[in-house]
């Protein structure tokens, strides 16, 4: 929660003579309500937020699109370059653990055009890319998506 919100939470309480709310610990580095989306978050057949970029239907700015795959900026970014990379067609591939053999191929051209997008946002220094998978790798969109991030210096163990 952004620190400005608690603080107009507590002045709006206080007009009703309610209690605050009860302060929140955070116990990582991982913004907790990035945890908690994951921790919230299922696999479903409805549409995603993604499927409803694909389709238009929600602006992204987009880096990368063709047929297969589609490259946006992700709109809370850990890094300076912070690109979301997801295939068009879900196909059952909501997350890496339900990939199979006939995903082989759109997981190999996730990682090519990973390479091509970095290249294109002068990552020639290096750049990580992180795929989260299911509650405890903090996955929060089900629909197989990878990070590409850059344009500083990473830290080992990450997160």
């Known amino acids: 929660m952004n620190p400005n919100t ?14 605050p709310p009860p302060p929140r ?9 990035e945890k908690e989306a ?12 993604f499927d409803k970029i694909i ?28 690109i979301v990379i997801i295939p068009k067609v879900r196909d059952g591939l909501t997350g890496l653990s339900q990939a199979e053999e006939r995903h082989c191929d759109i997981l190999g051209y996730l990682m090519y055009v990973a390479k091509l997008v970095a290249k294109q946002e002068g990552l020639s220094d290096g750049f990580r890319i992180v795929i989260n998978d299911g509650p405890s790798g903090c996955q929060s969109v089900y629909h197989l998506h990878i990070h590409l991030l850059g344009g500083r210096q990473m830290n080992w163990p990450p997160g």
């Not at 610990?25 to 913004?31: G, W």
């Not at 994951?38 to 937020?49: E, I, N, W």
């Not at 389709?55 to 912070?82: C, G, N, Y």
Request: glycine residues 0%.
């Open 38 to 49: 994951a921790l919230a978050a299922a696999p479903s057949d409805a549409p995603t937020v």
């Open 25 to 33: 610990i955070i116990t990582s580095t991982m913004a907790f309500s």
């Open 55 to 82: 389709q238009k239907e929600i602006p992204a700015d987009v880096v990368f699109e063709d047929d297969k795959v589609l490259a946006f900026r992700d709109i809370s970014p850990k890094a300076p370059t912070h």
């Open 6 to 19: 608690r603080t107009r939470i507590h002045v709006i309480a206080s007009h009703f003579d309610l209690p």
